[in-house]
């Protein structure tokens, strides 16, 4: 068990890293173009909307099926539901705690309220892909260690932390559009994925019940995402539309199209 525990450690401190890789593309961003940032902007928009169903909603599926004494699209449902729901109660709720403040730096509660619940839709996204890969190699002490089941286990790892790249700029390079700094969008950045070392190890040490919840958890991460991309990532991106009517519309074609090649191609 310890062996395992330690492993699943080991590999979500990797995919947290990668996390961290994509955030720091920040840094490449001399000033905050809104042109460069719209197609940035779009293209995290496209990453979201694919990773709701080819990371999320797709293996909550496929796990229900194979686990679940429900029907599978009914645990999908009801996950994506709750998920988008649990977004909008806490946008409501960013809205009125921060009705008629300010942050420190001046930036207007509506903004503050974008950037949490940008954040927080791919903190969410994070959990359970950390425990995913927690419940990994959790199972290795069921199925036993050999090279064909620890593969499997390692390539999911390599699997989520490859799409934790473009992940980790979803989050930096929005805050950059906000004004935020480099050194300020690089660590929100790569703090999105802190969660998936704790996620990884606790799906590692419960793996037995967390297989059991792990299609709701997926799917209700799947829901957060998809409703801050389209309530609030592609309005926001598409402010320029006027000048470059299919500048962002682009953006987000491609970052779907990433995700997509990614899952597919390692899924």
Not at 219 to 234: C, K
């Amino acid at each position: 068990m310890d062996n395992v525990v330690l492993m699943a450690l080991i590999a979500t401190l990797g995919t947290w890293f990668v996390t961290a890789l994509g955030a720091a593309t920040v840094a490449f961003f001399k000033s905050p173009n809104p042109k460069i940032l719209n197609l940035m902007l779009g293209f995290a928009s496209g990453v979201m909307i694919a990773a709701s169903f080819w990371s999320l909603l797709q293996p909550a599926i496929e796990r229900a099926e194979a686990d679940s004494s429900l029907p599978a699209y009914f645990v999908a449902t009801v996950g994506f539901l709750f998920g988008a729901i649990f977004m909008w109660a806490s946008d409501r709720a960013v809205s009125f705690a921060g009705k008629r403040t300010q942050n420190p730096t001046g930036k207007s509660s509506e903004r503050l309220n974008r950037i949490i619940m940008l954040i927080l839709s791919i903190t969410l996204h994070n959990i359970p892909e950390g425990l995913a890969v927690g419940v990994a190699f959790g199972a290795l002490t069921n199925v036993g260690i050999n090279s064909e089941t620890l593969m499997g286990a390692i390539t999911i790892a390599i699997g989520i932390g490859l799409q934790n790249f473009p992940e980790g700029a979803a989050v930096s390079l929005p805050l950059r559009r906000e004004g935020y700094s480099r050194r300020k969008s690089f660590l929100y950045g790569q703090a999105s994925g802190m969660v998936e070392p704790i996620a990884g190890v606790t799906g590692a040490l419960l793996v037995v019940y967390v297989e059991k919840i792990l299609p709701y958890a997926l799917s209700f991460a799947a829901g957060a995402m998809i409703l801050v991309a389209v309530h609030e990532l592609i309005p926001e991106c598409q402010k320029g539309r006027k000048t470059h009517p299919y500048f962002s519309t682009m953006g987000i074609i491609s970052g779907f199209a990433v995700m997509m090649l990614l899952d597919v191609m390692l899924g």
